[in-house]
């Protein structure tokens, strides 16, 4: 499924975008690039499954337009796959601020998958816990990726 | 009586490695799948002109044999990397220069099966077939494509069968991304004319590409429970070995900066290289290219992270 926004302008506060699915070359930013111009903007990006190659070329050029913009953006809970984008690539994350990021668990005792969130301000690799229960079976989910490489981008 | 049957001698191999038990080891972990191993502390094989199929147990070199190594920019024989320890900056200059071959050590040496397919088609220059790379027995899906439109509804079915194979989801987002890059690739860089130039390379990748009929790419996938496998084989055969070994070079030192790294080039297959297990190229040029994908799908997404990348270059001699 390519990327498809869902948008929301509170009275107050940033205005927010939720992105889902992937990006790839055909991914149309217009909308929200506009909603930089016209104020603070908050991007959610849990659900971003997939992202390919000539989509971090239209995502990087994507975070320019932002970054011109006179207003701030941040992300918000940055999907694993778009975790990977911003320790692989440089400038990945343009001049936003990136708050959030999605921890992915997985257990091994019933292939269930589960997230929890971590706030980036002052965290560290330390606080990344690797295990959970897991919520479909009560045995164990471990944190699903090398945990002193997956906050890489922030110390860049 | 019945005749006497002989079996014919392996060829065995030349394993290079200056640490006589660490050495020992791996050529007896060799030798059980490819027969006769001769073990050598110096670099001097890979410049006999008739030696066999060379391989190098890397992380066992010393750093003057691996600088020796990295200035060597051709040599006469086929040369096999091992190596257990990811040392991306060594790999990426090796690659900017000659390496084709380099294969992850495990426990017990590397992957029987990798083995055996590599020292096969590097004997026998039988380089074609996913085949090679899983089990006896695993049934390929192929699927012809014509244009470039058809894309997302292949890969609409390829997320459909990992899905019903059970396939984490962060694994499956990966075959799903190399599968985008393989046809992406086959459609928009692959097609040359008969003058050389490339008619779709420069398109923009949403403007559709529509081949001749026989001209169709093949998308080929399937697991065998451990691996899964994606291919894409071309009719052009028009990938230039030089750019892929920078793309690797590349791909092995990590970090990617678009600004810096050429505007972008090669960003495809270094999107590739990141997202696989083993990443193999077969080139017969002016005729077929085929790329092969294999991600371990045996354990969850941080097994596939914490092991290492195999890569495999093969290019038939043309007879031009």
Request: net charge negative; charged share 20%; proline share 6%.
């Given at each position: 499924?390519?990327?498809?926004?869902?948008i929301?302008t509170?009275?107050?506060?940033?205005?927010i975008?939720?992105?889902?699915?992937r990006?790839?070359?055909?991914?149309?930013?217009?909308?929200?690039?506009?909603?930089?111009?016209?104020?603070?903007?908050?991007?959610?990006?849990?659900?971003?499954?997939?992202?390919?190659?000539?989509?971090?070329?239209?995502?990087?050029?994507?975070?320019?337009?932002l970054?011109?913009?006179p207003?701030p953006?941040?992300?918000?809970?940055?999907s694993?796959?778009l975790?990977?984008?911003?320790?692989?690539?440089?400038?990945?994350?343009?001049?936003?601020?990136?708050?959030?990021v999605?921890?992915?668990y997985?257990?091994?005792?019933?292939?269930?998958?589960?997230?929890q969130i971590?706030?980036?301000?002052g965290a560290?690799s330390?606080?990344?816990?690797a295990?959970?229960?897991?919520?479909?079976?009560?045995?164990?989910?471990?944190?699903?990726?090398i945990?002193?490489?997956?906050?890489?981008?922030a110390?860049? | 009586?019945?005749?006497?049957?002989?079996a014919?001698?392996?060829?065995?191999?030349?394993?290079?490695c200056?640490?006589?038990?660490?050495?020992?080891?791996?050529?007896?972990?060799l030798?059980?799948?490819?027969g006769p191993?001769?073990?050598?502390?110096?670099?001097?094989?890979?410049s006999?002109?008739?030696?066999?199929?060379?391989?190098?147990?890397?992380d066992?070199?010393?750093?003057?044999?691996r600088?020796?190594?990295?200035?060597?920019?051709?040599?006469?024989?086929?040369?096999l990397?091992?190596s257990?320890?990811?040392?991306?900056?060594?790999?990426?200059?090796?690659?900017d220069s000659?390496?084709?071959?380099l294969?992850?050590?495990?426990e017990?040496?590397?992957?029987?099966?990798?083995l055996?397919?590599?020292?096969?088609?590097?004997?026998?220059?039988?380089?074609?077939?996913?085949?090679?790379y899983?089990?006896?027995?695993?049934?390929?899906h192929?699927?012809?494509?014509?244009?470039?439109?058809?894309?997302?509804?292949?890969?609409?079915?390829l997320n459909?069968?990992?899905?019903?194979?059970?396939?984490?989801?962060r694994?499956?987002?990966?075959?799903?991304?190399?599968?985008?890059?393989?046809m992406?690739?086959?459609?928009?860089?692959?097609p040359?004319?008969?003058?050389?130039?490339?008619?779709y390379?420069?398109?923009?990748?949403?403007?559709?590409?529509?081949?001749?009929?026989d001209?169709?790419?093949e998308l080929r996938?399937g697991?065998?429970?451990?691996?899964?496998?994606?291919?894409?084989?071309?009719p052009?055969?028009?990938?230039e070995?030089?750019?892929?070994?920078?793309?690797?070079?590349?791909?092995?030192?990590?970090?990617?900066n678009?600004?810096?790294?050429d505007?972008?080039a090669?960003?495809?297959?270094?999107?590739?290289?990141?997202?696989?297990?083993?990443?193999?190229i077969n080139i017969?040029?002016g005729?077929?290219t085929?790329?092969?994908?294999?991600?371990?799908?045996?354990?969850?997404?941080?097994r596939?992270a914490a092991?290492?990348?195999?890569?495999?270059?093969?290019v038939?001699?043309?007879?031009?």
């Open positions: 499924m390519s990327l498809t926004w869902s929301q509170p009275e107050s506060g940033p205005a975008a939720r992105a889902s699915g990006v790839t070359e055909g991914v149309n930013f217009a909308e929200v690039i506009a909603l930089a111009e016209a104020g603070p903007l908050a991007l959610h990006l849990t659900e971003v499954s997939q992202i390919s190659s000539t989509g971090v070329r239209e995502w990087i050029l994507f975070m320019r337009a970054s011109e913009k207003h953006v941040e992300l918000l809970e940055v694993p796959t975790v990977r984008q911003l320790n692989m690539i440089a400038n990945f994350g343009g001049a936003a601020t990136i708050r959030s999605v921890l992915p997985y257990c091994d005792a019933c292939g269930n998958e589960q997230i971590l706030e980036l301000e560290s330390a606080d990344i816990a295990e959970q229960p897991c919520e479909a079976c009560g045995e164990t989910a471990e944190f699903d990726d945990a002193q490489n997956y906050l890489s981008f110390s860049r | 009586m019945p005749p006497a049957l002989n014919p001698p392996p060829e065995g191999l030349v394993l290079i200056p640490d006589e038990v660490a050495g020992g080891r791996l050529a007896r972990a030798q059980r799948t490819v191993v001769s073990l050598s502390s110096s670099l001097a094989p890979l006999h002109a008739d030696a066999p199929v060379v391989a190098v147990y890397y066992r070199l010393s750093p003057e044999q600088d020796a190594l990295g200035r060597m920019n051709s040599t006469s024989t086929p040369l990397l091992l257990r320890e990811h040392q991306p900056d060594a790999f990426a200059e090796l690659f000659r390496a084709d071959n294969l992850v050590l495990q017990n040496g590397p992957d029987a099966g990798d055996l397919a590599t020292l096969c088609k590097l004997r026998r220059g039988e380089i074609f077939g996913m085949e090679k899983l089990r006896w027995g695993v049934e390929l192929p699927m012809a494509l014509r244009s470039s439109e058809q894309r997302p509804a292949a890969l609409e079915t459909t069968y990992a899905a019903s194979l059970g396939v984490p989801s694994l499956a987002g990966l075959i799903g991304t190399v599968a985008d890059e393989f992406t690739n086959a459609f928009y860089n692959a040359v004319r008969a003058d050389r130039s490339r008619p390379n420069r398109r923009h990748r949403t403007e559709t590409v529509t081949l001749e009929s001209q169709q790419i996938y697991s065998d429970g451990v691996r899964f496998g994606v291919s894409v084989t071309d052009f055969g028009s990938l070995p030089a750019r892929i070994h920078q793309a690797l070079a590349r791909g092995f030192r990590g970090v990617y678009l600004d810096t790294d505007g972008g090669g960003l495809g297959l270094y999107h590739v290289l990141n997202s696989l297990s083993h990443f193999v017969d040029p005729n077929r085929e790329m092969i994908g294999l991600i371990d799908i045996s354990g969850a997404f941080r596939f092991a290492g990348r195999s890569f495999n270059l093969f038939l001699e043309t007879t031009e």
